[in-house]
């Protein structure tokens, strides 16, 4: 079986600022995704694009579709395997898939006391594509599509972002009007970052079309419905 390149871990030469801001935010997110679920199992949230799970012990390999998504896992770990390829990822490192796939999960490490929590938000490919026509900046660099699954570092920016999503939970009255705006960052920060080629792969040829019909063809397209319903027949995590 081929394992696929996975990061370096850079934990010895990252900024010590830099990795305790990744650690105060993990461990937030973790301490708030407990108090929503509270049990094992696939949590959806007030935001439709957003769900969580929650396992207390490692489980089986598991068969089904990976839709586009952003996976933050804050505790524990897990591995996807794609084919032959192997995607490990855990706190430090987060998995971004931007296309259906058909993958086997498996849970690696979970605890009773430390259970794997896992930050699982819907990546819609109109939403990207939209966002990407409106950014110029993105747009003039817009890459060919990618594998369309990969796993990248941490960065405290884009934990930062999530922390704040899951925060709305707690306010459900501001969600209408924050979330869409948080959500829109999210998906900036992921185009913006090492994975951007990735992310940009399921909106590629939606966003090519508007861009070669001129920079306003794709003003006034985002549509992100925070409280949309996102069930689908397969959903790993």
Same mark, same amino acid.
């Given at each position: 079986?081929?394992?696929?390149?996975?990061?370096p871990?850079?934990?010895?030469?990252?900024?010590?600022g830099?990795?305790?801001?990744?650690?105060?935010r993990?461990?937030a997110?973790?301490?708030?995704?407990?108090?929503?679920?509270?049990?094992?199992?696939?949590?959806?949230?007030?935001?439709?694009?957003l769900r969580?799970?929650?396992?207390?012990?490692?489980?089986?390999?598991?068969?089904?579709?990976?839709?586009?998504?952003?996976?933050?896992i804050?505790?524990?770990?897990?591995?996807t395997?794609?084919g032959?390829?192997?995607?490990?990822?855990d706190?430090?490192?987060?998995?971004?898939?931007?296309?259906?796939?058909?993958?086997?999960?498996?849970?690696?490490?979970?605890?009773?006391?430390?259970p794997?929590?896992?930050?699982v938000?819907?990546?819609?490919?109109?939403?990207?594509?939209?966002?990407?026509? @409106?950014?110029?900046?993105? $747009?003039?660099?817009?890459? =060919?599509?990618? *594998? !369309? %699954? &990969?796993?990248?570092?941490c960065?405290p920016?884009?934990m930062?972002?999530?922390?704040?999503?899951?925060?709305?939970?707690?306010a459900?009255?501001?969600?209408?009007?924050?979330?869409?705006?948080?959500?829109?960052?999210?998906?900036?920060?992921?185009?913006?970052?090492? @994975?951007?080629?990735?992310? $940009?792969?399921?909106?590629? =040829?939606t966003? *090519? !079309? %508007? &861009?070669?019909?001129?920079p306003?063809?794709?003003?006034?397209?985002?549509?992100?419905?925070?409280?949309?319903?996102?069930?689908?027949?397969?959903?790993?995590?």
């Amino acid at each position: 079986m081929e394992t696929t390149p996975i990061p370096p871990q850079t934990s010895t030469s990252a900024p010590s600022g830099i990795e305790s801001q990744i650690e105060e935010r993990r461990a937030a997110l973790a301490e708030a995704i407990e108090r929503f679920t509270g049990r094992d199992g696939i949590h959806d949230t007030a935001i439709g694009a957003l769900r969580f799970s929650r396992l207390s012990a490692p489980s089986a390999p598991m068969g089904g579709l990976q839709e586009p998504s952003l996976c933050l896992i804050v505790q524990g770990s897990k591995q996807t395997l794609l084919g032959e390829e192997v995607y490990r990822y855990d706190a430090s490192r987060y998995l971004l898939a931007s296309v259906d796939l058909p993958i086997t999960g498996q849970v690696m490490q979970a605890t009773p006391d430390r259970p794997y929590l896992c930050f699982v938000l819907k990546l819609p490919p109109a939403d990207i594509a939209a966002l990407v026509t @409106q950014a110029e900046e993105v $747009a003039a660099t817009l890459p =060919p599509p990618s *594998r !369309g %699954i &990969a796993v990248s570092q941490c960065d405290p920016d884009l934990m930062d972002a999530a922390l704040r999503l899951v925060r709305l939970l707690d306010a459900p009255q501001d969600i209408p009007l924050l979330a869409p705006l948080i959500l829109r960052e999210i998906h900036y920060r992921l185009l913006r970052s090492e @994975q951007g080629a990735c992310c $940009a792969t399921s909106a590629w =040829p939606t966003a *090519r !079309g %508007i &861009a070669s019909r001129g920079p306003s063809a794709g003003c006034g397209r985002t549509s992100i419905s925070p409280c949309a319903s996102t069930a689908s027949p397969a959903r790993c995590t």
